[in-house]
Structures are given as structure tokens and as C-alpha cells.
């Protein structure tokens, strides 16, 4: 079996707020996501996204935590990045590769910057990568409504090219798959 992991990309209680495209639906689905990694012996793997000194998404700053509705339990692996991938100087890229993960699961902020990095840059590194729907988010922007943006990036241009996008029964599905 595909050994799997969970992603949950910056997940920050700065940026998670009403003002996120389907945003109920979002909290919902990653957290059935989460429940179902855990129960499943899938390992849920955070990252967190750090601006830098000086700048509001800073470690030591409030709101930079993860969401505390996604909270990570103890012994769970947190990276910090500082750049859109997290693939780059994080530590995870690494870790994914001692561990033999070849299929991660890919949720949370924001959907033009750093989730599209993640899938990209993930299928680049030989990951199978699954988007699994309303599982990422953002905001509007000067350019298209956040809607449009999680449609532009879901449905076009990760979609049978990056990876494969499902519905959250699916990526429950491939949870329980108890693919250790």
C-alpha cells in the first residue's frame, strides 16, 4: 500500500476567518479529514507559513499558532516555512522521503500562493497528490472573487494535470485505505 500523510498548509489562526470562500464548509471538511487520519493511523503533518520579523505572520506574533479548531495533538509534526512550498528549507521535504510517504493529502491556505505551491512543487518531488474538495481556501482579490479562484485552481488547472482532486468522500476513503 501507498504510505499517506495529511497536509494541513497554514492554517493559521491569523488568516482563517469568515471572509474564506465557503468557509464553513472548509472548517468542516478538514476537520473530518484530520478525525479521519487520526483514527485511521494516517499522520496529519502542519505547516505553518513565517513572513518574517517585523510582519503580523511571525512566530512569536499572535494569530501565527495553527487554527486552534485544527489544533495538532502532541507528537505531531510541525514545520515552519518561509517561502510559498513548503518543500523548500523546511525540514519536510526530508522527512516525507525517510518516512516513504509517497501520497499526501494536501488542505488548507491560501489557494493561489501557497496550497498551488504545495500541489505543484509536491508532483514535481514525485508525490501523488490529492486536492480533496473544500479542503482549501481564500480570499477575494483585486482580480477575481475568492470563488473564482478556488474554481480557477480546483477544477482547471490541478485537476487530472497536478493531481487529483476528489470529493471529501473519496479522501475519506483513500484515509481509511490504513495505508502505513
Not at 470562500?21 to 503533518?45: C, D
Not at 499572535?62 to 518543500?87: C, H, L, M
Not at 482549501?136 to 490541478?158: A, G, K, L, V
Amino acid at each position: 500500500m501507498t504510505k499517506t500523510a495529511l497536509l494541513v498548509i497554514d492554517a493559521q489562526e491569523l488568516i482563517i476567518n469568515e471572509k474564506l470562500y465557503a468557509f464553513e464548509r472548509f472548517i468542516y471538511n478538514i476537520r473530518t479529514l484530520i478525525f479521519e487520519a487520526r483514527r485511521n493511523g494516517v499522520e496529519v503533518i502542519y505547516v505553518r507559513h513565517d513572513d518574517g520579523e517585523e510582519k503580523l505572520l511571525s512566530k512569536g506574533n499572535a494569530g501565527f499558532d495553527v487554527y486552534n479548531g485544527f489544533a495538532p495533538e502532541t507528537g505531531e509534526r510541525v514545520f515552519d516555512k518561509y517561502v510559498n512550498s513548503p518543500f523548500r528549507d523546511s525540514g519536510l521535504l526530508d522527512y516525507l522521503i525517510e518516512n516513504g510517504v509517497k501520497r499526501l493529502l494536501v488542505t488548507g491556505l491560501q489557494t493561489e500562493y501557497c496550497i498551488d505551491a504545495t500541489v505543484k512543487c509536491g508532483f514535481e518531488h514525485g508525490f501523488e497528490i490529492i486536492v480533496p474538495d473544500y479542503c482549501n481556501s481564500t480570499f477575494d482579490n483585486e482580480f477575481m472573487t475568492s470563488e473564482q479562484t478556488y474554481c480557477y485552481y480546483n477544477e482547471f488547472i490541478w485537476k487530472n494535470r497536478y493531481a487529483s482532486c476528489v470529493d471529501i468522500y473519496e479522501a475519506v476513503e483513500i484515509l481509511r485505505e490504513k495505508s502505513l
